[in-house]
Nanobody, 114 residues
Framework: QLVESGGGLAQPGGSLRLSCAAS????????MSWARQAPGKGLEWVSG????????YYADSVKGRFTISRDNTKNTMYLQMNSLKPEDTAVYYC?????????WGQGTQVTVSS
């Protein structure tokens, strides 16, 4: 199970930190990702991280502004979002793939507006 939290309303230039709490599998073994879906648009991959945090990846649209991390002792992944822009407005989902099957959380809404 994946449960996101931390979304909300932020002003342009502001920050938010999203969390994804995982349960039901050996969290440290699996890579995790964040994706988002803006109103009226398709799903966009945002960032990914290896199970041991040795590698991280970012979409060009968020590189330099967002930071992905994880705490395997807490079975939790994070997305620190700085310098937010209105175009970051979306529902954010955490995701992993277990034995070939994709698992998603319920999503958390992020709205960037003045």
């Amino acid at each position: 199970q994946l449960v996101e939290s931390g979304g909300g309303l932020a002003q342009p230039g502001g920050s938010l930190r999203l969390s994804c709490a995982a349960s039901g599998f050996t969290f440290s073994t699996y890579a995790m990702s964040w994706a988002r879906q803006a109103p009226g648009k398709g799903l966009e991959w945002v960032s990914g991280i290896y199970g041991d945090s040795s590698r991280t990846y970012y979409a060009d649209s968020v590189k330099g502004r967002f930071t992905i991390s994880r705490d395997n002792t807490k079975n939790t992944m994070y997305l620190q979002m700085n310098s937010l822009k209105p175009e970051d407005t979306a529902v954010y989902y955490c995701n992993t793939v277990l034995l070939g099957a994709a698992y998603w959380g319920q999503g958390t809404q992020v709205t960037v507006s003045s």
